[in-house]
């Protein structure tokens, strides 16, 4: 069966990874029909928005898309176009999970935790005044429509994925009204899944456990705020952002990226660790339904890691190229 995908290279890196998880999707044998689209500042050049219509449109229409990163500039011009994903397809929910992978160094082993954060509200909503001048006001938004969706997205994850747990992640003991809401609105779903155990944790303490103790953990739900922080911190515990997936998702289709930047100071210099974004294709394989392939991708990274420094890119602390990564990992899938 062929696949049609709504492609957004990016800019810096990201033609370059998203270049090489293309080829890497094709030798696992996926068939993908591409709709390629510029977003940002090249597609400002170009036709005078960073997010033309035509790239939601395919988006909408094939409900799946591979992103790269954009460069968005600090200060002045255009907003961010990852914002502005989220808001316009309401994709709602953030999914990080976070895996140890071999040869990865960092402070610990066998990390598997999956990170789930509430895209669309909280303090992102963008609401900020000036009361007076000196004085600013700014708005944190908490609906029981929204902490009640990702609540169930985070309990069905749980369910089809065979996890045992989920916590949520708030600071209700201050903010009483708002993240109280979300903890109940948590609290109410949990009750729906009595397989899957229930619990919290304040933001703080949960910050000190997870650099403590991350084992501990199977499942976190964070609001928008936390989630952001936090799924960075959780990031951090397998090696950063260069090596861990990320999707946005929601009813109308769902956005699969690489949670790095566009990393202009090693862009166009076949340097770049595509893994990032493959594993956030390997999402996307199980998203669209082909289970198999995004298996043998995981496994292939896996084989491939373990191979001498040759393969692995710099930030990894080899001595390869985006395009040796490639071809072994091209290689493993193929006789895998
Ligand atoms: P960055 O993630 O681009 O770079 C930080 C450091 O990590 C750099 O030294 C870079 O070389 C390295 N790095 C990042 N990805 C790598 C990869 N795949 N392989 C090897 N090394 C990698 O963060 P920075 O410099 O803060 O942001 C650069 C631009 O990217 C900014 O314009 C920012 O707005 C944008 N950005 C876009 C994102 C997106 O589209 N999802 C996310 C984060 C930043």
């Not at 903890?183 to 779903?189: A, P, S």
């Not at 155990?197 to 739900?221: E, G, H, K, S, W």
Request: some cysteine; hydrophobic content about 40%.
């Amino acid at each position: 069966m062929s696949h049609r995908i709504t492609l957004l290279p990016g800019d810096g890196i990201g033609p370059e990874v998203t270049g090489a998880v293309v080829s890497i999707i094709e030798c696992s044998g996926v068939d993908v029909e591409w709709e390629k689209f510029f977003v940002g500042a090249e597609a400002i050049s170009r036709y005078g928005d960073p997010l033309p219509q035509d790239v939601l449109d395919s988006i909408l229409r094939n409900k799946v898309a591979l992103k790269g990163p954009v460069t968005t500039p600090i200060g002045t011009g255009f907003a961010s176009i990852n914002v502005r994903l989220r808001k316009t397809l309401d994709l709602y929910a953030n999914l990080r999970p976070v895996r140890s992978l071999p040869n990865v160094k960092t402070r610990y082993e066998d990390i598997d935790l999956i990170v789930i954060r509430e895209n669309t509200e909280d303090l992102y909503s963008g609401l900020e005044h000036e009361v007076v001048p000196g004085v600013v006001e700014s708005i944190k938004i908490i609906t029981e429509k929204a902490s009640t969706r990702i609540a169930r997205f985070a309990f069905d994850y749980a369910r089809q994925h065979r996890r045992k747990r989920v916590t949520a992640v708030h600071k209700a003991n201050i903010m009483k009204l708002s993240d109280g809401l979300f903890l109940q609105c948590f609290r109410n779903i949990a009750a729906q899944y009595p397989e899957i155990t229930a619990d919290d944790r304040i933001v703080d303490n949960l910050c000190m456990q997870l650099v403590m103790n991350p084992n501990q953990f199977d499942m976190l739900l964070l609001e928008n705020l936390y989630g952001d922080i936090v799924s960075d911190l959780a990031a951090g515990l397998v090696g950063g952002l260069g090596v861990v997936a990320g999707a946005n998702i929601g009813l109308n289709g769902a956005v699969f990226e690489a949670v790095h930047g566009s990393a202009p100071d090693i862009a166009g210099q076949n340097r770049a660790n595509p893994l990032a974004l493959l594993q956030s294709a390997v999402l996307m394989l199980h998203h669209i339904g082909e289970p198999e392939a995004a298996g043998r991708i995981y496994d292939g990274i896996v084989t491939v890691l373990e191979q001498g420094p040759e393969v692995r890119t710099r930030d990894l602390g080899g001595t390869g190229t985006t395009s040796t990564f490639t071809a072994a990992l091209c290689k493993a899938i193929q006789r895998g």
